[in-house]
């Protein structure tokens, strides 16, 4: 019989491309992840790993197996969330994992529901990027979390995880120096809305999330649907940064409608036609957990009060 264990190495090892990166994440030694392996593909009769130059890749009878892993995960993450909920109250520890902004805006108050629902439960919060939440999920290292795609950006299909929608908010873009003057470079102008905001700040520096991040991704990718190639000055993840320096003529940035709230003299926002969507976002299987449940609650409580600053809360299923 196939070992549940073993399964989940196999899939972490499709996930995260080396051996190496899945000891790490899930603390072994490269070794043990390569004994492990090895015994797997005796339990199921066929190889499932080549050599592929120095790295090791699956097969396709290893790929195949993955899919199969992916759902018998599923089922084992639902039947430790029905057990959960043949138990009375909820309480013990909750790992949630938050990108930055969501932490001001929508953490406090969803931590002060649970705990004025669920006085029990023990929610631990650790700030993280949208990009490694489904690696920390799989992990074990959070239990749930709340991520964000933006346009130019979708969220990339992945079966271990699922997500429900918390809320949509507008883009905006963040100035407060002279205009730039020289025309815009690059491609042509794909989108004529996006051409006539960013466009006068085509020869401006910019201000952008790190490389590596969404917002990073989403701003480069902006800009080129506008008909330029951003000139990055600034990487900074943190929005009140963006717009502090924005504010003193330091470049142009983009922020979401969550961040627009305490904006300093003498930066200047502008809508754009962009959206950010904030989900919750947990294993596969574990939607129904009633910890996991009572913190959608409790953060679809918190989104419907961002509402009166442009926040539009996500339609409950």
């Known amino acids: 019989m196939l070992d549940v264990r073993r399964l989940h190495l196999l899939r972490e ?3 995260r491309g080396t051996i190496a990166a899945v000891a790490e994440a899930l603390t072994f030694t490269a070794s043990a992840v390569s004994q492990q392996l090895s015994v797997l593909e005796r339990e199921a009769g066929v190889p499932l790993l080549e050599r592929s ?12 197996l993955v899919t199969h892993a992916d759902a018998v995960l599923e089922r ?32 406090p108050a969803t931590l002060a529901e649970l705990a004025r629902l669920h006085p029990a439960l023990e929610p631990m919060v650790q700030e993280i990027d949208s990009a490694r939440v489904s690696d920390g999920l799989r992990a074990g290292e959070l239990d749930v979390a709340l991520v964000h795609d ?17 809320l949509e908010e507008p883009m905006y873009l963040a100035t407060g120096g002279p205009t730039g003057s020289a025309p815009a470079t690059g491609p042509a102008a794909r989108d004529d809305a996006l051409a006539e905001l960013l466009g006068p700040w085509a020869a401006s520096p910019w201000i952008t999330a790190r490389d590596g ?20 000055r600034h990487q900074v993840n943190d929005f009140r940064t963006v717009l502090a320096l924005a504010a ?20 200047v926002l502008t809508r754009l036609p962009l959206f950010r969507r904030s989900k919750v976002a947990c294993r596969a ?5 009633p910890a996991i449940a009572a913190f959608v609650s409790a953060a679809r409580t918190a989104a419907a009060g961002l509402s009166s600053v442009g926040c539009k809360s996500a ?3």
């Not at 991040?213 to 902006?222: E, I, L, P, Q, S």
């Open 285 to 289: 299987g574990g939607g129904t957990h």
């Open 248 to 267: 003193v003529g330091q470049g142009a940035g983009f922020v979401p409608e969550m961040a627009t709230a305490h904006a300093p003299d003498g930066v």
């Open 315 to 317: 339609a409950v299923p």
């Open 13 to 15: 090892l499709d996930r």
């Open 150 to 166: 933006y346009d130019f950006v979708p969220a990339s299909p992945d079966t271990t995880v699922d997500q429900v929608p918390l």
């Open 53 to 64: 130059g120095r790295r090791v890749v699956l097969t396709p009878a290893g790929r195949t």
């Open 213 to 232: 991040t969404t917002g990073h991704a989403m701003a480069v990718r902006a800009c080129q649907a506008a008909g330029f190639q951003p000139r990055i």
């Open 76 to 107: 084992l993450e639902l039947a430790v969330s029905e057990l959960a909920g043949a138990r009375e109250g909820i309480g013990g520890p909750l790992r949630i994992g938050t990108f930055p902004s969501g932490g001001p805006a929508i953490v």
